[in-house]
């Protein structure tokens, strides 16, 4: 390192595994003194917080890798899948169900919101199975099996509201 002006070097490793190996270090050029004491005890302090980013890092990769997998399982199914809050605010909608939203047919997008299109004297039964759902499995009951829904021609299709609760 003489030819970059450096003398003393402390590399500390922070990540060791078998095909990844991090590791930092702190120099001295030759006008400073070599590494001592305070240096040590300032690396010693520092590895760990650096360790904790690094972990924290690694998990953000994970889940970002994991909710692409869970993304692209969705949009290959062939039935629309829409994840909505308590309140129906659109979570995420697969391939399918943003072409139906998009249409505003049995299904529309307003405001944030997930609505049933409803045919003349029809009640909304989509909002309150959304409700439900959002208590858990127990209280939906069998009032989210096959929400009616009506097409703007009048064609008939059913929701299936389902609980993420487990």
């Given at each position: 390192v003489r030819?970059?002006?450096?003398?003393?070097?402390?590399?500390i490793a922070?990540?060791d595994?078998?095909?990844?190996?991090?590791s930092?270090s702190?120099t001295?050029s030759?006008r400073s003194p070599?590494?001592?004491?305070?240096?040590k005890?300032?690396?010693?302090r520092?590895?760990?917080h650096?360790?904790?980013a690094?972990?924290?890092?690694s998990?953000v990769?994970?889940?970002t890798?994991?909710?692409t997998?869970?993304r692209q399982?969705l949009d290959a199914?062939s039935?629309a899948?829409?994840?909505?809050?308590g309140n129906g605010?659109l979570?995420?909608?697969?391939?399918l169900?943003d072409a139906i939203?998009s249409?505003?047919?049995?299904?529309?997008?307003?405001?944030g919101?997930?609505?049933?299109?409803r045919?003349e004297g029809?009640?909304?039964?989509?909002?309150p199975a959304?409700a439900?759902?959002?208590l858990?499995?127990?209280?939906?009951?069998?009032?989210g099996?096959?929400?009616?829904?009506?097409g703007r021609?009048?064609?008939?299709?059913?929701?299936?509201v389902?609980?993420?609760?487990?």
């Amino acid at each position: 390192v003489r030819p970059q002006g450096l003398r003393d070097c402390l590399n500390i490793a922070y990540h060791d595994r078998e095909l990844l190996l991090g590791s930092f270090s702190f120099t001295t050029s030759e006008r400073s003194p070599l590494i001592g004491e305070r240096e040590k005890d300032f690396a010693a302090r520092i590895t760990p917080h650096i360790r904790r980013a690094v972990s924290i890092n690694s998990m953000v990769d994970r889940s970002t890798l994991a909710l692409t997998l869970y993304r692209q399982v969705l949009d290959a199914l062939s039935v629309a899948v829409l994840i909505v809050d308590g309140n129906g605010r659109l979570v995420y909608a697969n391939a399918l169900a943003d072409a139906i939203l998009s249409k505003g047919d049995f299904i529309a997008f307003q405001n944030g919101h997930v609505r049933a299109r409803r045919g003349e004297g029809m009640p909304d039964y989509l909002q309150p199975a959304i409700a439900r759902a959002a208590l858990g499995a127990g209280s939906l009951g069998i009032s989210g099996i096959g929400v009616p829904l009506v097409g703007r021609e009048g064609e008939r299709a059913s929701a299936y509201v389902l609980p993420l609760d487990g």
